[in-house]
């Protein structure tokens, strides 16, 4: 590594463009920022030496020097920008409508949106912010913003910390508000200073050279907004984590106990009641949209109770439920208990619990029933023999009928939404048995030759609950990150880095300042501080470099 000794006997890293003590321009180097080509110097990093305007040679420099450029940055962000826009075009994949005909991703974005939702999802748009490659863009944001901090921030506050008050004639005649008084007195120089003091400029003297400065703070306020959306990058990657982030979807029907999903299985939720109430159909705030629509719900809550499983700690091992909750969980009035939180999402109406059968000879008009049978659809037997000597065998049970693209039968959910069944009926000392296909509006002999026909003599319905479990440990790092990027913002606002340099000369002296912002601002510094003495007020000399 090369250094670069200044007449002033500093010893300045390679890449310098001003020494860091006096400022004096470095001959060869001027072209790093520009001074080469105009009168006045590039003050932005102080003529430091920043390491991708230096090194070249090497891979790692290579990398450094290119993740260290503005523009990279910005085309970083705007891309995932764009990105981000498209992928709120639809629905993300986990947002995608419970009640949803067909909540595979494959079928819903075409049969939603088109052709032109099937190319949102062949592209890969429908899980967007938890994919590789939009995490990967949001890691090389940060990247960027790291090495341009650092690429910046050190040489600069290396810079601003080694300067002297006394700085090189060159240093001084190439600033923006520079003048020139030929004869000056001592007492004028100590009223300018004190002047200053009073400003809230810090004064440092050596051999009668000054510097008056205040305001350094600010400079640093771009570096603390890149400490805060670091921060705040760190967040958005830590939330694809089931860690830090789980919004998982369960449904619970009335008097079930189920497993809270996301909690490893320690929580579990019984659902003791289901209530759903209306608005009134008179009521005019509503009456278009009930109208358009029907009824339109009020409120719909259900009254849980959280169980924490305190038999976790074997694998197997029978579990033992401690209630650690009841809570009546209405909209916008969430359950809350050990860091998770349950929201009402929705509900399913009217969805089948059992279904009672009777059993009747197929020429009776009256279908007088000769026996009759109940099937659990959650947990459906499958074979039910009946007291007048009736065999009946399930054959196929479908808890959500449908007929798939081949015209054959499926079931699209596992929910008994609409039940179909295939069943084997074997009369009393009968070996043969005979096969129905019933269903909801549908009832088949498959034969045509039975002497015996099923038909649906009663059902029972329940409602089932919709809850959202939420965990979002990244909340904290989003306020933190935020609230570091509005201190940087407000500090490099509402400040300014503001110098003033003394420089004797003879009998006279010389009058240089630079500030990085509202120059007109530190012109009145100077004017009041110079108010009434013989030194010349400074000149603006910015149209000189157009």
Request: hydrophobic share 35%; proline share 4%; glycine share 6%.
């Amino acid at each position: 590594m090369n250094k670069i000794k200044c007449e002033c006997g500093h010893v300045n890293p390679e890449g310098t463009v001003l020494c860091e003590a006096c400022g004096k321009p470095i001959e060869g180097n001027q072209h790093i920022d520009g001074n080469d080509k105009k009168l006045l110097l590039n003050m932005r990093y102080e003529g430091s030496a920043r390491r991708s305007q230096t090194y070249r040679k090497s891979i790692i420099d290579k990398v450094w020097s290119f993740f260290s450029s503005v523009k990279v940055g910005v085309w970083l962000i705007v891309i995932a920008l764009v990105a981000s826009m498209i992928g709120t075009l639809f629905p993300q994949q986990q947002f995608i409508p419970q009640n949803a005909e067909s909540r595979d991703p494959a079928v819903y974005y075409e049969a939603q949106f088109g052709i032109i939702g099937k190319i949102y999802y062949e592209l890969g748009f429908h899980e967007m912010y938890s994919s590789w490659w939009y995490l990967l863009l949001l890691g090389l944001i940060g990247v960027s913003l790291v090495i341009c901090s650092l690429d910046r921030f050190i040489p600069l506050y290396k810079a601003l910390k080694i300067q002297k008050p006394k700085r090189h004639e060159t240093f001084l005649n190439r600033q923006r508000l520079y003048s020139e008084t030929e004869a000056v007195s001592e007492t004028e120089i100590e009223q300018v200073k004190e002047r200053l003091r009073k400003q809230r400029y810090k004064i440092t003297e050596q051999n009668g050279h000054i510097l008056a400065e205040k305001g350094r703070f600010s400079r640093w306020g771009p570096y603390v907004n890149h400490i805060g959306l670091i921060i705040i990058l760190l967040a958005a990657i830590l939330r694809s984590t089931p860690i830090m982030f789980t919004d998982e979807y369960v449904w619970v029907r009335e008097g079930e106990t189920t497993v809270i999903p996301g909690t490893k299985g320690e929580y579990y939720i019984e659902n003791k009641k289901f209530y759903v109430d209306y608005h009134n159909p008179e009521d005019e705030r509503f009456k278009d949209a009930i109208e358009q629509s029907g009824m339109v719900e009020s409120n719909f809550q259900t009254d849980a109770v959280i169980y924490k499983d305190t038999n976790t700690g074997l694998p197997g091992a029978e579990s033992e439920l401690e209630k650690i909750l009841e809570y009546p969980i209405r909209m916008n009035q969430p359950a809350k208990f050990d860091g998770y939180t349950l929201y009402q999402s929705g509900y399913q109406p009217n969805e089948f619990s059992s279904m009672t059968f009777k059993i009747h000879e197929t020429d009776d008009e009256d279908a007088t029933a000769v026996d009759s049978f109940t099937v659990d659809l959650f947990e459906p037997e499958s074979e039910y023999i009946l007291d007048n000597g009736f065999r009946i065998e399930m054959e196929q049970y479908y808890p959500d009928y449908y007929l798939d693209d081949d015209g054959e039968p499926a079931s699209e959910t596992n929910f008994p939404r609409n039940p179909a069944f295939v069943f084997l009926v074997y009369p009393p000392e009968s070996s043969s048995p005979e096969v129905s296909f019933i269903g909801i509006g549908r009832n088949v002999d498959a034969t045509g030759e039975n002497e015996y026909k099923i038909g649906i003599q009663d059902f029972e319905t329940h409602f089932v609950s919709g809850l959202t479990l939420r965990v979002d440990r990244t909340l904290i790092f989003f306020g933190l990150g935020a609230a570091i990027f509005m201190i940087g913002v407000i500090q490099g606002m509402y400040w300014q880095h503001r110098r003033v340099w003394i420089h004797p000369k003879n009998n006279g002296l010389l009058l240089a300042a630079h500030t990085n912002k509202n120059w007109f601002g530190l012109s009145k510094d100077i004017e009041k501080a110079i108010e009434k003495t013989n030194i010349k007020m400074v000149e603006d000399r910015q149209e000189l470099d157009k």
